[in-house]
Structures are given as C-alpha cells and as structure tokens.
T-cell receptor, first 114, second 114 residues
C-alpha cells in the first residue's frame, strides 16, 4: 500500500523568503511519480510540479523545486521568494505502479506574511 | 481551452434524495476518477474509469455509483445521500493510466447533505 505523510499542518513564511514543505512517502513500487498540488481558498486543485522515481535530477518549475531524496523517501517542495499569492493548502501526492489513483497526504496550510 | 468541468459547483440536499454530479473533460482523456476531500484526510479516491464502460472502485466507494457511457463524461451518482457524504468532490482526468501521468482536476463540487 502507498502512503504519503505531510507532518506540517501549517506553516508561516515571510514574503520573499524561501520555504520548504515536507513530504515523505512509502511504496513498494519500483516506478512511481510524485506530485505537488496547490489548493487556494477558492478550492481548485492546481498542479505545480512532478518528479519521476527514475529522474536523476530534481524537478524545477519557476519558483518551485522538488528536493527528491530517493533513499530517504522524501520529496520536499521548495518555494523560493514567497509571494502573498502563495498562501494556500499544499498537497503532496504519489501515483504508483499501475497508476490507477493518486494517493494524497493530508496537506500543509501555508500562510505568507508581509 | 482544455478543461474538466463539474456541475453543480454547490449543492445542498436532504438525506435520501438522489443526486448526480456531472463531470466532463474535453481533452480526449481515457482515464477519469472521482475523489472526495475531507478536512484532515486529504483526497481519497471514490471510483475510477480506465475507459468507456470500464469502471472500478477506489478506496471509499460505499454509497456512490458511477457510469462511463461516453469517453468525455463520468457522472457521480448518490442514490440515497447521507450526512456523512457532505464533502468537497473532485473529478479528475488524465491521458492514460500511468504513474508518470499527472491528473487534471475539475473545479470541485461542494455538497451539503442535511
């Protein structure tokens, strides 16, 4: 069975600072994908970044980067130069072998302050 | 514009009154799925479909039905809603079933069952 753990229910960061949101996972599948989604207060799920289990390099998308440490089974999201609009719930998710579903963590509520 | 649409976006109903939440995608995706989101639990899969006339249960299928008669549509049916089905529901789709394929989410349907 797959499992995603996000241990930070809530975090605060000052505008323009970098912030790391933690995510650890557990799976027996040799091939899997790791995703981060952003959910603003309006409720929609916005795809941010993807990391494949066989990818050698950490994924980056603009201000988002994924710190992938396969041996430690962690896939932390790093947001650089935080903006007020980054305030939202962030979900880490994994899609395993067979890929019939995304398994989600419980989320981290991020608040960016002036 | 490529998108997943859901209707209605908001619904208040009473226990036992059958309802259907529609989901449609215009990306010719084969794979579609329904999730529910509850506070502190993240998103959990209800049902998924790998193609027309092919559906299967997710983690929390009790009290729900689905059908996939056309590739673009995947309605969620609550035959006899109960208060514990009060939740935020998301439909999602992806091009195919695979661990490296991200899912695109609809805007969500907020359901309150009285």
């Amino acid at each position: 069975a797959q499992k995603i753990t996000q241990t930070q229910p809530g975090m605060f960061v000052q505008e323009k600072e970098a912030v790391t949101l933690d995510c650890t996972y557990d799976t027996s599948d040799p091939s899997y994908g790791l995703f981060w989604y952003k959910q603003p207060s309006s409720g929609e799920m916005i795809f941010l970044i993807y990391q494949g289990s066989y990818d050698q390099q950490n994924a980056t998308e603009g201000r988002y980067s994924l710190n992938f440490q396969k041996a430690r089974k962690s896939a932390n999201l790093v947001i650089s130069a935080s903006q007020l609009g980054d305030s939202a719930m962030y979900f880490c998710a994994m899609r395993g072998g067979g890929g019939n579903k995304l398994t989600f963590g419980t989320g981290t509520q991020l608040k960016v302050e002036l | 514009e490529a998108q997943v649409t859901q209707n209605p976006r908001y619904l208040i109903t009473v226990t036992g009154k059958k309802l259907t939440v529609t989901c449609s995608q215009n990306m010719n995706h084969e794979y579609m799925s329904w999730y529910r989101q509850d506070p502190g639990l993240g998103l959990r899969q209800i049902y998924y479909s790998m193609n027309v006339e092919v559906t299967d249960k997710g983690d929390v299928p009790e009290g729900y039905k689905v059908s996939r008669k056309e590739k673009r549509n995947f309605p969620l049916i609550l035959e006899s809603p109960s208060p514990n089905q009060t939740s935020l529901y998301f439909c999602a789709s992806s091009l195919y079933l695979g661990e490296q394929e991200t899912q695109y989410f609809g805007p969500g349907t907020r359901l309150l069952v009285l």
